[in-house]
């Protein structure tokens, strides 16, 4: 049974590294494409000024090369603590439906379409709100996949004893309460 653990935690390490290469190469490629299409667009406009359509399209595509660089980011941190942060997950859903948000054409959705998708902004705004507030930041992804909390520092000091009080005297004709 070790064995078999053994041999597939290090197929799953190769599978990770292959990921990370390969969402490499993909991002290097596609923040190149951007780079030149960024240049074409401010060579063909008349006066340095891209037009609103074209410069939609690119936001689009950049916004999809930040989604690839969470991702990225996400994976190494798999590999090297073998957890998964819930908050960047949910990030990259947020920022995913914001490039969806963006490339929209608008006039050629029905309403149900809309407001399925505002939906989808909302719930993931309380998601993150939730999860940001609670503390739940990391997924252990061990034999059981456990929700760990943010250690956050304490803002209550710890309780001391209190000082010892003087003995009824003369100077001090009153015993503490």
Known sequence: MKRITTASRHIERVIIYAL???????LLLATIELGY??????????????NLDR?????????????????????????KENVVHVEVVVL???IALARKVVVLKIEEMDGGTILGIAALVVAL?????LI????LMI???GEFPVLKRKKRPSIIK???APPASKPKTEENPRTPI
């Open 37 to 50: 299409h960024v240049v074409v667009s401010i060579i063909e406009s008349r006066n340095i000024l891209i």
């Open 139 to 141: 997924c252990d992804m």
């Open 158 to 160: 710890p309780k001391t």
């Open 92 to 94: 990259v859903a947020i």
């Open 20 to 26: 990370i290469v390969m969402m490499a190469i993909v």
């Open 132 to 135: 940001k507030r609670a503390g």
């Open 55 to 79: 410069l939609l399209d690119l936001f689009g595509v950049f916004l999809l090369v930040l989604i690839g660089i969470e991702l990225l980011d996400t994976i190494k941190v798999y590999l």
């Open 125 to 129: 705004a309380i998601a993150y709100f």
